[in-house]
């Protein structure tokens, strides 16, 4: 319930024009007042409810000082929130006995130095109040109706974080069950104070029921779901006591986000989604300070640390060639954290582009080629997999350098090795380089021009010079096993090198064409073309 304070009623018009004086009890002017009150009686304590504000000309208050210390601490008892008296009916000034009794108890009394109509100030405060009600209910059921909209839609954790943010006005922490920073919404003061040394804070932070005020952090935290889901909780800053609406927004929020993560299928998706996130904004903005904050607080160790980008292709068996691509990538990406996990490597990892893209966090000390190939041997344990690393960097914001070269080399295998665990720049050579550089517009017309003349022949006349060409430089050392892969004679394919020749007017042994020609075929397979 909405209430005002001591102090605030004194601020108010009607009352400041009776020219009200503190004269005790100012340490407990922040009293709520629930409503107001005039009476004379001595015994009117009794009649009183806890938070009224009592207004009184003392004509019936008794005259010894014992009967006026009684008088004091029966509305201390009954927690009445204060007593004003109207001065020049009963007392010029009010008693020193009741002045310090009010003080020893912090009972706030007020004088008031004017004549005032006590019907005119009971009104105007109760006005107040119940203003202050409505205000609250309203912004109540807009609580309410943003979260039951956001339900209805099955709105995500970003639009329910935004939400919360929004009818909060403070900073707004979603953490996962470890403690970690999953997602944040900055408010009007500096985030980063705010979410300094936060693991370590919030596992001091124990709650006692569904929703804790910590007073020592300034947080009002709330569990999502019930206590044994252990999904974490939501964290809304609130440095004083929070009022019954912050924590109707906090609750809400938690609710919706516990909802949301019923109706997921797996139970880690706000960290995969988080992930996804960091790993395309260090893609897209790798030197962006709040990206590089927010891998930090995702866990991700980025001082003294290598950094290397690895991508992971699912394979599938023959039998499974028909299975949807998703479920493949899900298990990938369950082996591929499951294994860092073992191996105690701090790792983003997410889908992208039908592969598994991760960004590993590799002790200074130790090597990153064999931490790599650890964690790819135990992906490949349980999900085939083709694995490309990129070179290690030792800064965040080189991050996209080592991802980037990561997705080069896998696709730059055209034929897996399955006794090579992972590849690497070196180990693609040409193709790499095409893969490199395949973004270049002028690749593209290098290889369009090469092929186009033996491309329009075999449009025209299906003479399959491509093919046979393919089949020259796959195999340079034996035509006939050229001819062999195309099941073909070897006197038909010396026939159709030839036309070749007579085509492209220039000759198969001169060692630039057919260079030419195999980086043009190369990039055909690499989908550079």
Same mark, same amino acid.
């Given at each position: 319930m909405a209430q005002l304070t001591v102090a605030e009623v004194l601020r108010m018009p009607a009352v400041r024009q009776a020219g009200p004086e503190v004269v005790a009890g100012a340490a407990g002017l922040d009293r709520p007042v629930q409503w107001v009150h005039s009476g004379e009686p001595a015994d009117i304590a009794s009649v009183l409810r806890g938070g009224d504000l009592l207004l009184t000309t003392g004509i019936a208050l008794p005259d010894s000082d014992d009967e006026l210390r009684a008088f004091a601490t029966s509305l201390s008892d009954g927690e009445v929130a204060g007593l004003v008296i109207e001065l020049g009916r009963r007392w010029r000034d009010v008693p020193p006995t !009741?002045?310090?009794?009010?003080?020893?108890?912090?009972?706030?009394?007020?004088?008031?130095?004017?004549?005032?109509?006590?019907?005119?100030?009971?009104?105007?405060?109760?006005?107040?109040?119940?203003?202050?009600?409505?205000?609250?209910?309203?912004?109540?059921?807009?609580?309410?109706?943003?979260?039951?909209?956001?339900?209805?839609?099955?709105?995500?954790?970003?639009?329910?974080?935004?939400?919360?943010?929004?009818?909060?006005?403070?900073?707004?922490? @979603?953490?996962?069950?470890?403690?970690?920073?999953?997602?944040?919404?900055?408010?009007?003061?500096?985030?980063?104070?705010? !979410?300094?040394?936060w693991t370590e804070r919030s596992s001091r932070v124990r709650l006692e029921g569904r929703t804790t005020w910590d007073r020592t952090q300034g947080w009002l935290v709330t569990r999502l779901g019930r206590r044994e889901r252990r999904w974490g909780r939501l964290v809304i800053e609130s440095p004083t006591e929070p009022p019954q609406r912050l924590i109707a927004v906090a609750e809400r929020a938690a609710a919706a986000l516990a909802l949301h993560r019923l109706h997921e299928r797996d139970r880690d998706s706000q960290v995969r989604r988080t992930h996804h996130e960091l790993l395309h904004g260090l893609l897209n903005e790798p030197g962006n300070e709040e990206i590089q904050l927010r891998c930090e607080l995702a866990g991700l160790v980025t001082k003294q640390r290598h950094l290397v980008g690895l991508t992971l292709r699912p394979v599938l068996d023959a039998h499974d060639a028909s299975r949807p691509a998703t479920p493949a990538l899900d298990e990938l990406i369950a082996a591929t954290v499951h294994a860092a996990h073992e191996l105690k490597v701090p790792v983003l990892a997410s889908q992208s582009d039908g592969d598994v893209r991760a960004l590993l966090s590799v002790a200074a000390s130790a090597d990153p080629s064999g931490e790599v190939d650890a964690l790819v041997a135990r992906v490949r344990r349980r999900h085939p997999a083709i694995a490309g690393a990129g070179r290690p960097v030792g800064r965040l914001s080189e991050a996209d350098q080592t991802l980037?070269?990561?997705?080069?080399?896998?696709?730059?295998?055209?034929?897996?090795?399955?006794?090579?665990?992972?590849?690497?720049?070196?180990?693609?050579?040409?193709?790499?380089?095409?893969? @490199?550089?395949?973004?270049?517009?002028?690749?593209?017309?290098?290889?369009?021009?090469?092929?186009?003349?033996?491309?329009?022949?075999?449009?025209?006349?299906?003479?399959?010079?491509?093919?046979?060409?393919?089949?020259?430089?796959?195999?340079?050392?034996?035509?006939?096993?050229?001819?062999?892969?195309?099941?073909?004679?070897r006197g038909a394919f010396y026939d159709r090198l030839a036309k070749i020749e007579r085509v492209l007017g220039a000759s198969l042994n001169d060692p630039d064409i057919r260079v030419s020609l195999h980086v043009a075929l190369i990039a055909e397979d690499l989908e550079i073309h």
């Open positions: !009741l002045v310090a009794a009010c003080d020893e108890l912090g009972l706030p009394l007020i004088a008031l130095a004017r004549e005032a109509r006590f019907a005119a100030l009971a009104q105007a405060v109760g006005e107040r109040i119940v203003d202050e009600q409505l205000d609250e209910l309203r912004d109540a059921q807009r609580v309410h109706d943003t979260f039951t909209e956001l339900t209805i839609t099955e709105a995500g954790p970003r639009e329910i974080l935004d939400a919360a943010q929004r009818l909060a006005g403070v900073a707004v922490v @979603l953490e996962g069950e470890d403690h970690r920073v999953s997602d944040y919404r900055s408010g009007p003061d500096d985030i980063g104070s705010f !979410l300094a040394d980037k070269e990561s997705a080069h080399v896998v696709s730059s295998v055209r034929t897996p090795d399955p006794a090579r665990l992972v590849h690497r720049l070196e180990d693609v050579h040409l193709r790499g380089l095409l893969t @490199l550089l395949g973004d270049d517009d002028r690749v593209r017309l290098f290889c369009e021009r090469e092929l186009r003349q033996l491309r329009e022949h075999d449009a025209q006349w299906g003479s399959g010079l491509v093919e046979a060409l393919r089949a020259l430089v796959e195999h340079p050392a034996s035509k006939s096993l050229a001819a062999a892969s195309l099941h073909v004679s």
